[in-house]
Nanobody, 124 residues
C-alpha cells in the first residue's frame, strides 16, 4: 500500500526558510515521478516542483525558481523541499504526490497518490 506522509510545515516570517519532507512507502521508486503541489484558499492546486526519481531531473514553477530546491534520498525513501526567502504568497497547504515516470510535471490529475498535506503560513 502506497503511503506518503508530509512534515515540516509551520508559520514563519517572510524571508525565512522552511524544509518540507515527504516520507514514502510502498513505491518502486525507480519508475516514478514525485512532486510538491500547493493549494491556497480559493485557488487551484498548482505544482511547485517535481523530480524524476530515476534520473534526478527536476522541474520548478516560475514563481519559486531560485528560492526552492527539491531533492530526493533514495536510501531513506524521502523527498524534500527546501524553501528559502519565503513570501506571503507562498502560504498554502503543501502536498506530496507520486505519479508515473512520464507524467506531465504540472498535471495534478496525473499523479495517483497524495499525502494529507502540511500547512505553510508566511506572515508578511
Amino acid at each position: 500500500q502506497v503511503q506518503l506522509v508530509e512534515s515540516g510545515g509551520g508559520l514563519v516570517q517572510a524571508g525565512y526558510s522552511l524544509r518540507l519532507s515527504c516520507a514514502a512507502s510502498g513505491l518502486t521508486f525507480s519508475s516514478y515521478t514525485m512532486g510538491w503541489f500547493r493549494q491556497a484558499p480559493g485557488k487551484e492546486r498548482e505544482v511547485v516542483a517535481a523530480i524524476r526519481w530515476s534520473t534526478g531531473m527536476t522541474y520548478y514553477a516560475d514563481s519559486v525558481k531560485g528560492r526552492i530546491t527539491i531533492s530526493r534520498d533514495n536510501a531513506k525513501s524521502t523527498m524534500c523541499l527546501q524553501m528559502n526567502r519565503l513570501k506571503h504568497e507562498d502560504t498554502a497547504v503543501y502536498y506530496c504526490a507520486d505519479g508515473p515516470a512520464g507524467v506531465p510535471w504540472g498535471a495534478p490529475g496525473s499523479y495517483g497518490y497524495w499525502g494529507q498535506g502540511t500547512q505553510v503560513a508566511v506572515s508578511s
